[in-house]
């Protein structure tokens, strides 16, 4: 992949001195002077931090592959029994979104817009990099929570912050996202030598430019069931300028020297633990043997498992304990010290053509070709990945692989099951989305594919959403009261704004 950590980030390099008043003692850690940290810096970590935070392994930060159903857990299974508050699940991603990366991200602006050093068109991109990665982050909290405190947020002087209605803040987004793409100057750089600050797209700002519109494609889709006139509009203006190929992905690449490692690699292997296996529900339609896709095994499921202490592929049960050596656990390639952390990939933006194609907006390209090739591109993708199940063989192989996997009448676009575009690809989106499990249970919740059942001893219904932090609750209660009636209960099966199915 293109991108890498290179060395160990802080938002701030701290220095120990001599002081002549504790006036020097009272200052905000976030904030540095021009000059002693380069607003890059905070960029840097904000995005390291978004990238952990979306796909994190860590059930007490982040639960969403269980919630979709790809793990099982063997010992503890709590939280895949939708118990959220016990750990504080919820107020730890509300936590790293809006401290570990919004704040940081405000405070690159403000570094930035001070340094007189900076070119203009350079000063420009990487204050559009900063907008651009705020988009997103305020864009998944909204998804996740709901109404969220916005407009009044991250500012010293209102420590007890409204929320503002989720639709208000979405439509803001649109408009913020709308201004910020024509501000990118891709022949300027963003000025920094190697190694780049920015581990995403390593400085390449067309690349940037790709994300922006990517982001705008995904959001149209987002509110296309609530607002279709606005969400066609968008898409006409996004489509042509969207990631084309695998090599595009939205991603950071982790070097493998930790603390830069793959979140993953932390969860299943430096941890010493065996937490998870994966759910027979996604296992067994993997295999062939449940679901729309009868008779042919998915070319991914050894990128996705390995085979148990047996020699096969087979599943835990959702919601209870389950036995780590008679199940599959997750794949030597997930477990790889370097295996890219999703944020985009070119295989989601595929399905979200096809489906923006199903709609009858203007995109080149039909459906079921825009289908094909999401599924041929996720095919692809994870016979990339380094992992001892994969060699230079089996990526040349993959393209063959992809070809007899479309040909079975059970994924073939024109005669998968489905009564629409929602459950045709849905369903494989899905699949594909497998090491993007935020992305996935948002796309899960809006296309409503695959059907599925709760979990066992669950305390809930699969949840909708996360409940809002007991931190908000207890401290800002005025306005966490009137945001949860706003939404209908501050309950994990109240609906989103934009979940209308």
Known sequence: MKKSILIALSAVALTTSCVDSLEEYNVDPKRAAVGTAPGVSFISNAERNLVRTINSANTNLNPFRYYVQYWAATDYPTESRYDINTRNINGLYWNALYRDVLRDLREAKTVINADPDLAPDVKANQLACAEVLEIYTWTTLVEVFGNIPYSQALDINTPLPAYDDQATIYNDLITRLDAVIPKFKVNAGLGDSSPSFDLINDGNVGLWVKFANSMKLRMALTIADVDDAKARTMVAAAAGNVLTSNADNIDLTYNGTFPNTNPLFEDLVRSGRRDFVGANTFINRLKGTEGPVQGIVDPRLDDYFNENQAGTYAGGIPGSTNNKNTNSEASDELREQTLPGVVISYAQVEFMLAEAAARGYAVTGSTESHYNAAIRASILEWASYAGPSNTPADVVNAATEATAYLAN????????????????????KWIALYNQ???????WRRLDSPKLTRSTRSLTEIPLRFPYPIAEQNVNGTNYNVASSAIGGDVVTTKLFWDKR
Not at 409 to 428: H, L, M, S
Not at 437 to 443: A, D, N, R, V
Request: aromatic residues 14%.
């Open 437 to 443: 499990p935020t992305e996935s249970f948002k796309e």
């Open 409 to 428: 009448p059970g994924v073939a676009y024109a005669t998968a099951p489905g009564a629409d575009f929602r459950e045709k690809i849905g369903y494989q």
